[in-house]
């Protein structure tokens, strides 16, 4: 039983030290896909075998890595396209990260029968003899072996044919536009607003939104119907969207998001919420200022906008400083310098903002 716990977090160790690797590795674009794959299991492997034969501390080498895995990498705010890679520290799970090897190994091998051969001998060797997940689903549930391909362009339906129908149509490439055009209608509408902007921020995230979709979100941004989301119950999934899409945009786009989210902010805090919701709810205000901040043309600029709508949050609701403070306190240690210096007046005035006792 010991053996097989220390094997257990011999593999946990592996993985989290072959997402930190790969990350790295993504930051140099000269690299093919296949090439930093099989440079991120080889430095792995490699790394994971010094710890071993010098006695590191397993335990103490995973918390490490991961540490540094889940640090707030610029990749947003650059729009870096490794944020979207199926190993990306941030997003990477024990799943992803198999299904990321079973699918490069898989689609290398020429012959289809080799390789759902390949890919079943690989399940048996990870999962447990009692563990049943059809072969298909395991070979091509990433995003294919181009890894930080679109999900808008990928056709997820057919791995998932065999485990889900009804969520495969769903997913399928005929699927989103139509799905995205019923989120813009029920916005319109005003039925299931919330639903629309969850479903929108589903299936778009923060990529480059389809040329109708582009459309339609500058025309609602610059209509009377933005002041009224403003003070709706709909307002974070609203500006959660609008925050996220906005380096696709110009700047009377993101002036007009900006203060129409610092106006969201004044009266979501009037209203009356338990601790827990208020916690939450201005965790997700404090990201929302977080996402309007990108400028993926510049750090410095990323930096100073990040500073100024802070500031903007926190002057027009006090209670939501301390959320701030702790984001801005963190930040420094996981961001490069360019970012910094136009943080502090922020940083100062989230900590000098007297704390408002909340119910």
């Given at each position: 039983?010991?053996?097989?716990?220390?094997?257990?977090?011999?593999?946990?160790?592996?993985?989290?030290?072959?997402?930190?690797?790969?990350?790295?590795?993504?930051?140099?674009?000269?690299?093919?896909?296949?090439?930093?794959?099989?440079?991120?299991?080889?430095?792995?492997?490699?790394?994971?075998?010094?710890?071993?034969?010098?006695?590191?501390?397993?335990?103490?080498?995973?918390?490490?890595?991961?540490?540094?895995?889940?640090?707030?990498?610029?990749?947003?705010?650059?729009?870096n396209p490794s944020l979207l890679d199926v190993l990306h520290p941030q997003t990477a799970t024990a799943a992803r990260?198999?299904?990321?090897?079973?699918?490069?190994?898989?689609?290398?091998?020429?012959?289809?029968?080799?390789?759902?051969?390949?890919?079943?001998?690989?399940?048996?060797?990870?999962?447990?003899?009692?563990?049943?997940?059809?072969?298909?689903?395991?070979?091509?549930?990433?995003?294919?072996?181009?890894?930080?391909?679109?999900?808008?362009?990928?056709?997820?339906?057919?791995?998932?044919?065999?485990?889900?129908?009804?969520?495969?149509?769903?997913?399928?490439?005929?699927?989103?536009?139509?799905?995205?055009?019923?989120?813009?209608?029920?916005?319109?509408?005003?039925?299931?607003?919330?639903?629309?902007?969850?479903?929108?921020?589903?299936?778009?995230?923060?990529?480059?939104?389809?040329?109708?979709?582009?459309?339609?979100?500058?025309?609602?941004?610059?209509?009377?119907?933005?002041?009224?989301?403003?003070?709706?119950?709909?307002?974070?999934?609203?500006?959660?969207?609008?925050?996220?899409?906005?380096?696709?945009?110009?700047?009377?786009?993101?002036?007009?998001?900006?203060?129409?989210?610092?106006?969201?902010?004044?009266?979501?805090?009037?209203?009356?919420?338990?601790?827990?919701?208020?916690?939450?709810?201005?965790?997700?205000?404090?990201?929302?200022?977080?996402?309007?901040?990108?400028?993926?043309?510049?750090?410095?600029?990323?930096?100073?906008?990040?500073?100024?709508?802070?500031?903007?949050?926190?002057?027009?609701?006090?209670?939501?400083?301390?959320?701030?403070?702790?984001?801005?306190?963190?930040?420094?240690?996981?961001?490069p310098m360019e970012y910094l210096p136009a943080l502090w007046p922020a940083t100062i005035a989230a900590r000098a903002?007297?704390?408002?006792?909340?119910?």
């Open positions: 039983m010991a053996g097989s716990d220390l094997t257990a977090r011999q593999t946990r160790l592996f993985m989290t030290v072959l997402r930190f690797v790969y990350w790295r590795l993504s930051r140099d674009p000269g690299l093919e896909t296949d090439v930093r794959l099989l440079l991120a299991w080889a430095h792995a492997a490699r790394l994971v075998g010094i710890f071993l034969a010098t006695g590191s501390d397993i335990s103490q080498m995973q918390n490490n890595f991961a540490e540094l895995g889940e640090s707030f990498p610029d990749d947003f705010w650059t729009r990260t198999i299904t990321a090897a079973l699918a490069h190994v898989a689609a290398s091998v020429e012959s289809e029968s080799d390789a759902t051969d390949v890919a079943r001998k690989l399940a048996a060797l990870i999962y447990p003899k009692t563990v049943t997940i059809p072969t298909p689903l395991l070979r091509d549930l990433s995003l294919g072996t181009n890894i930080t391909e679109s999900f808008l362009t990928a056709d997820l339906s057919e791995p998932l044919t065999a485990v889900n129908l009804e969520g495969a149509a769903i997913l399928s490439s005929a699927a989103k536009p139509e799905l995205l055009a019923r989120a813009m209608r029920a916005i319109e509408e005003n039925e299931n607003a919330s639903v629309g902007w969850v479903m929108i921020d589903a299936i778009v995230d923060n990529l480059p939104p389809p040329p109708d979709v582009r459309a339609w979100i500058q025309q609602f941004v610059l209509s009377p119907a933005l002041e009224e989301i403003a003070d709706s119950e709909d307002a974070i999934a609203a500006f959660s969207v609008l925050g996220n899409l906005q380096p696709h945009f110009g700047d009377d786009y993101r002036q007009r998001v900006e203060d129409l989210a610092v106006s969201a902010v004044t009266q979501w805090v009037a209203k009356d919420r338990n601790r827990d919701e208020f916690s939450t709810e201005a965790n997700r205000w404090i990201m929302i200022g977080v996402a309007l901040a990108a400028r993926p043309e510049s750090r410095e600029q990323t930096g100073a906008a990040l500073g100024r709508i802070l500031r903007r949050f926190i002057d027009a609701a006090p209670a939501i400083a301390p959320f701030a403070a702790t984001m801005l306190t963190i930040l420094p240690f996981q961001l903002t007297p704390r408002i006792a909340i119910s």
